[in-house]
């Protein structure tokens, strides 16, 4: 029986021992979802047959699974490198390699014992694979001796959140590797073994013995190894020695990216599959999606299902879901998990305010301007800091309360207290902002102090 060993790290760690270090051959049109390997000292591309992905949203929670399905076309055992984006705030916690009849569970362990972990096993021969962090929103994968023709199956599973873009969720789940956002601190030195012990902790698995094997392993970063090439196209690029990797984006490319496509033959275009649940907790008012189209399922106005319409798709942009849970008026949403084998379980409560709320509802405001005359704000600035006390002045309501500050050298302020927001105090608090002009030093403590200082209104 072939003896294989998986290994998972997920933790990210600078590459910086490999700046210095030749980039691996890499094609001139590489495809994101291959793997690559080294071949009598080239590089060659193995495909990836197939991906298929489910995403189940709670709330604003998503729990992902990946399930890639790989094969070495090739007549000898290969190790090769997948590189894969994945949202820059999941969370991997699962990683299980299917090889045959073989079915492995990942484990994580601390850097140096993971990485010794990791070496030993290539050296013996034995099959094993590594997920490391690539950068914040790309992840890869390596896969250790690589068995001719024996299709390798890789399940990921992570969580994200599910942010609130103005009056929507928006679900993106990455399809392509390219060019992604490089933040800034890619420079940095690497962290102290000390900082990474410090987040790294060991999750020890249980190996079972049983028709398809579960087996517990470790993982290692891919130390001192050439940064594995992105996928050309939808952005300038230009080389970058930096500690996340060699890309440096001129320019970002438009969303969603869209990368070309160049298959072997033999292989499937359309070879993702996706399947969206979504189970709200409150009324769903509306979903859709801007880069796929959607088959969609209703099972009630808290549980919507979205499959692709044309069952698969090609790999070459973002999908991404937006869904809508805003009604007229402010709800709530409890959703709960309980586990039977641990007796313990969770519970998450959503508020969700309305898009626009009704005028009754606002609570009323006290406004208070504080606006800096001093000699440096002459002319235009002076001019466009006083059309915007005006504007906003125009727009209080007339439960609304207001008070206007000016500072220079010293502050003072146009009344002595709060005024209500009448239609002649409005006008009046108008006239006051026509005499400000520019002139004087820039004691902003001053202002600060003024309108921190006086009572609130009534």
């Not at 319409?309 to 008026?329: C, E, P």
């Not at 709320?357 to 600035?381: H, K, W, Y």
């Amino acid at each position: 029986m072939l003896r294989i060993l998986l290994l998972l790290v997920l933790v990210y760690i600078p590459t910086t021992q490999a700046q210095n270090r030749a980039s691996p051959k890499s094609p001139e049109n590489p495809l994101g979802g291959m793997l690559q390997a080294q071949m009598n000292g080239e590089t060659i591309l193995l495909p990836h047959l197939k991906t298929d992905i489910e995403a189940d949203i709670q709330g604003d929670l998503a729990t992902v699974t990946v399930r890639q399905t790989f094969l070495n076309t090739t007549n000898t055992p290969l190790n090769a490198t997948y590189l894969f984006p994945l949202n820059q705030d999941a969370a991997v916690y699962e990683m299980i390699m299917e090889v045959g009849e073989e079915r492995l569970r990942a484990e994580i362990q601390r850097i140096e014992e993971a990485r010794a972990t990791f070496k030993k096993a290539q050296r013996e021969g034995r099959s094993a694979a590594l997920l490391s962090q690539h950068r914040p929103n790309m992840f890869s994968q390596d896969v250790a001796n690589l068995m001719p023709g024996l299709p390798i199956i890789v399940t990921l599973r992570y969580v994200q959140p599910v942010p609130k873009i103005d009056a929507d969720y928006e679900l993106v789940i990455p399809l392509v590797v390219g060019p992604r956002y490089q933040p800034q601190g890619a420079g940095e030195p690497a962290l102290s073994q000390q900082a990474t012990d410090d987040v790294l902790h060991p999750v020890a698995l249980n190996a079972t013995n049983a028709s398809n094997t579960e087996r517990a392993a470790g993982g290692v970063p891919r130390w001192q190894m050439d940064d594995p090439p992105d996928l050309a196209g939808g952005a300038d690029q230009s080389q970058s020695q930096t500690a996340f990797g060699r890309w440096e984006l001129q320019q970002l490319p438009a969303y969603p990216p869209v990368a070309g496509l160049e298959l072997p033959a033999d292989i499937a275009a359309e070879r993702v599959g996706l399947t969206v649940r979504l189970q709200a907790g409150l009324p769903i008012q509306q979903a859709v999606s801007p880069t796929h189209t959607l088959q969609q399922e209703q099972h009630s106005e808290q549980h919507w299902q979205f499959q692709l319409a044309s069952g698969r798709t090609l790999a070459n942009r973002d999908f991404v879901l937006r869904y809508r849970l805003a009604g007229q008026a402010t709800q709530a949403g409890l959703l709960s998990y309980w586990d039977e084998q641990q007796q313990q379980g969770y519970f998450s409560v959503l508020l969700e305010p309305p898009a626009q709320p009704a005028t009754s509802q606002i609570n009323p405001r006290e406004v208070v301007f504080v606006l800096d005359c001093s000699g440096s704000m002459a002319g235009l600035p002076m001019a466009a800091s006083k059309n915007l006390a005006r504007t906003m002045l125009e727009r209080l309501r007339a439960d609304d309360y207001f008070r206007i500050i000016r500072f220079s050298d010293r502050a003072t302020e146009f009344s002595s207290q709060p005024l209500p927001a009448t239609a002649a105090n409005i006008q009046q608090g108008q006239r006051y902002l026509d005499t400000l002009q520019g002139s004087g030093g820039t004691e902003m403590s001053s202002g600060i102090r003024q309108a921190l200082g006086a009572p609130l209104a009534p």
